[in-house]
C-alpha cells in the first residue's frame, strides 16, 4: 500500500540523514587528524634545527632526551606536545565516530531486510495474479531497495571499512614522531640545509605564497626607494655617515626581496619548455609567471638604483 512504502521512505530518510553526519564528522576527523600530524612532522624538523643550533654552542647529545630540557627547546616542545594533545582528541572522536557507525549501519541493514522482505511478498502476489494495490507499487518498492542497499554499501565502505584499511591510531603517530626526530637530530647542517631548501622551492608555485610575496615586495620597493631618497639627501649636506646608513637600510630591504624571489626563480628554471608551456595555459599560471619575472625585475633595477646612490656617496 501507499502507506507502507511512505512509512518506509521515511525510515529510509531517516538512517540517511544520519549516515550523512558520520559520514561528514569522519572526514572532519581526518582533516584535522593530518593537520595534527603534520603539525607533528613539522616539529620534528624544528627540534632538529634547535639541536643543531645547540650542537653548535657545544652541547653534546643523540636522541630527543638528551636536549629537551634546554630553554631553546621549550616552544617546540609545547608544539609537539599541544598536537599529540590534540591527536588524543581525536582517537576519542573516532572510537565515538565508528560506534555511531556501527549502529546506524545495524539499523540501516535491519530495514533493508524488511523492505527485501516486503517487495517478496509482493511479487508472490503478483506471481498468483492477485489484483492488489500493494503490487501496483511493487516497482517504486524495488527501487528503494536498490537505492538503500546502494548506500548501505557506500555508508560502510566509507567509515567503518576506509578505518580498516588506514587503521590509523594514536599510538602509531607517536611512534612516528620519536622516529622522525632521532632521524632529525642526526641529521648534518648540510643535510638539513638541502632538505629545508628543497621544500621551501616545492611551495614556490603556490598562488597564494606569490600573492602573498608579491605584497610585501612591493612594500619594500617602496622602503628601498625611501632609503635611497634619504641617502641623497643626506649626501647632498655632506653627511656621509648618515647617508651609508640609510644605503645599508635599503641593502637590507634589498636582500628580503631577493630572499624571496630565489625560491621562486630556481622552480621556475628547473621547469622544462613543456612543463612551462602547460603553465603558462592557464590563468593562474601567466598571473604567477609574470609576477615571478617582476620579482626579478625589481631585484635587478633596485639593485642598479642602490649601486648608483652608492657611488654618488664615495
Known sequence: MSKEIDKFKKACGALEKQADAIEQDYAAHGTNRKHHKDMLLE??????RVVQTLKDAGKTGTQLKDFANESAMMP????????LGQLG????RLDRIMKDAAAVLKQMNALNAEIDKEVTARKKKKDRKVLAVDSKSLPEMEKLLGDFATRIVDFQASTIDLQKMEQWALEKDKKNFDTWCTQEIAKTKADRKTRDTAETDERMFDDRVIKREMGAIKKLVVDVKTACGQAEKHFKNRETTQADAELQKAWDYHAQIKKMYEPHARQLAKMNAYDRKGLEQSKEGKVMIASIEQMGAAVDALS???KKFSRATI
Open 43 to 48: 616539529s620534528s624538523k624544528e627540534i632538529g
Open 76 to 83: 617546540v616542545m609545547k608544539t609537539a606536545l599541544n598536537a
Open 89 to 92: 582528541k581525536e582517537e576519542s
Open 304 to 306: 642598479k638604483l642602490i
